[in-house]
């Protein structure tokens, strides 16, 4: 019963491609939409447009996949909340699972840091931002959508087993160049150059990095995952793990977090709202420890 996800872009995802794809074990896809206006595809360079990323979906149902995940980007300058929903009500008219919504990141010697360097585009407001993260949110109450971790969205029974998994901290084995692994106590990552890793592999070398996690680096994590989740973090779990004094550190933060509207406690646990989760980056490291 494992779930088997390939990521994809909808150009590859031709009908030749997912014939063969259909024989395989693979039986979750995540496609990389990003959206579906021309504008703004054109904008992130990216080779498909609108009818090539339906078509993709729907050549992928018709194949037997069933399980079917999207990626798109917000907070691009220019998109109007009314070019949003349109990209998620045709996605959703193509019938997909599960949604990943990101906001625009602007790292170096990307497409935007380019364009935002040369002056050709300027970043929104965070006001603009949060109505466009709030506008992805009802649009996926209204359609049936569950909002399960931050940049998350799925029908029952359809959320990311794979991404579950590192938000509530199971363990897992990386294989392959780049691949990551993480055990509780320990986190690894192999060589990311993909003929080194060959290589130290054929002969037996070590092809990983490791660093071991103290426990400040740990409830760090624990921290960092769980509060991404709509379930939160569990103060019983963190009484267990850290101490009595950590879980009433953590309930401080959330008593004055739910006095502003970013936190609520519930059944023993600290959980974002959905403004919470807006400024997730802030609030959790403002709650980070250093010993």
């Given at each position: 019963n494992a779930e088997i996800t390939l990521e994809a872009n909808p150009d590859d995802l031709n009908t030749r491609y997912l014939k063969e794809l259909a024989r395989t074990s693979v039986n979750r896809l995540s496609i990389g939409v990003q959206s579906l206006n021309s504008y703004y595809l054109k904008l992130m360079h990216r080779r498909h447009n609108e009818e090539q990323a339906i078509?993709?979906?729907n050549h992928a149902r018709r194949f037997g996949f069933d399980n079917i995940s999207v990626d798109i980007i917000y907070g691009i300058p220019g998109l109007t909340i009314k070019e949003l929903n349109s990209?998620?009500?045709?996605?959703?008219?193509?019938?997909?699972?599960?949604?990943?919504?990101?906001h625009i990141t602007y790292e170096e010697n990307t497409v935007f840091d380019n364009l935002k360097n040369k002056g050709l585009i300027i970043p929104i407001s965070d006001n603009?931002?949060?109505?466009?993260?709030?506008?992805?949110?009802?649009?996926a109450k209204s359609n049936d959508f569950i909002h399960y971790e931050i940049s998350n969205f799925g029908k029952k029974s359809f959320f990311s087993k794979h991404n579950s998994n590192y938000w509530d901290q199971v363990p897992y084995l990386g294989v392959g160049a780049a691949a990551h692994s993480?055990?509780?106590?320990s986190r690894r990552w192999n060589i990311d150059n993909i003929h080194e890793y060959v290589r130290y592999a054929e002969k037996g070398g070590q092809i990983y990095k490791?660093?071991?996690?103290?426990?400040?680096?740990?409830y760090n994590e624990l921290l960092l995952t769980s509060l991404r989740?709509?379930?939160g973090i569990d103060l019983e779990k963190v009484k267990n793990e850290f101490g009595e004094d950590k879980a009433q550190l953590i309930l401080s933060f959330a008593e004055r977090y739910e006095k502003s509207g970013y936190m609520v406690l519930e059944e023993n646990s600290a959980i974002l709202t959905e403004r919470g989760f807006f400024i997730s980056d802030r609030i959790i490291s403002d709650m980070f420890v250093d010993k």
């Open positions: 078509s993709s979906i990209t998620l009500d045709k996605l959703n008219r193509a019938n997909i699972q599960h949604l990943s919504a990101y603009e931002s949060y109505e466009q993260y709030m506008a992805i949110i009802e649009w993480y055990n509780v106590h490791e660093e071991q996690l103290s426990t400040t680096d740990r989740t709509a379930h």
